[in-house]
C-alpha cells in the first residue's frame, strides 16, 4: 500500500518562499508520476506541478518560473520549492503519486500567504 505524507506548510508573507515535502512510503518510488495540487477553500482541486518517472517536469501557467519541482528516490520523496508566494498561492496543497492503475493522494498540508 503507498503511502504519502505532506509536510513544510505553514504562514508566509507575500514575497516569501516555503518548501513543501511529501515521503512517500510502498512501493517502487522510482517508478511513480508525482505531481502536486491545491485547493482553495470553495474551490475545486488544481494541478500545480509534476514530475514523472525520467524526471521531466511541467508546471501550471500560474506557478511557473516561481515554483519548481524535485524529486529524490535515494529519499522516496517529492519536493516542491515554492519562491515569490503570492496571496493567491494559499490553499491545501496536497502530493499525487501514478502509476498504472495507482492513483494515491496524501492528505496535505496548508499553506497561507498573508500580510
Known amino acids: 500500500q503507498v503511502e504519502l505524507v505532506e509536510s513544510g506548510g505553514g504562514v508566509v508573507q507575500p514575497g516569501g518562499s516555503l518548501r513543501l515535502t511529501c515521503a512517500v512510503s510502498?512501493?517502487?518510488?522510482?517508478?511513480?508520476?508525482m505531481a502536486w495540487y491545491r485547493q482553495a477553500p470553495g474551490e475545486r482541486r488544481d494541478f500545480v506541478a509534476d514530475i514523472n518517472s525520467s524526471g521531466s517536469t511541467y508546471y501550471v501557467d500560474s506557478v511557473r518560473g516561481r515554483f519548481a519541482i524535485s524529486r529524490d528516490n535515494d529519499k522516496n520523496t517529492v519536493y516542491l520549492q515554492m519562491n515569490s508566494l503570492k496571496l493567491e498561492d494559499t490553499a491545501v496543497y496536497y502530493c499525487n503519486a501514478k502509476h498504472w492503475q495507482m492513483n494515491t493522494w496524501g492528505r496535505g498540508t496548508q499553506v497561507t500567504v498573508s500580510t
Open positions: 510502498g512501493g517502487i518510488f522510482e517508478d511513480y508520476d
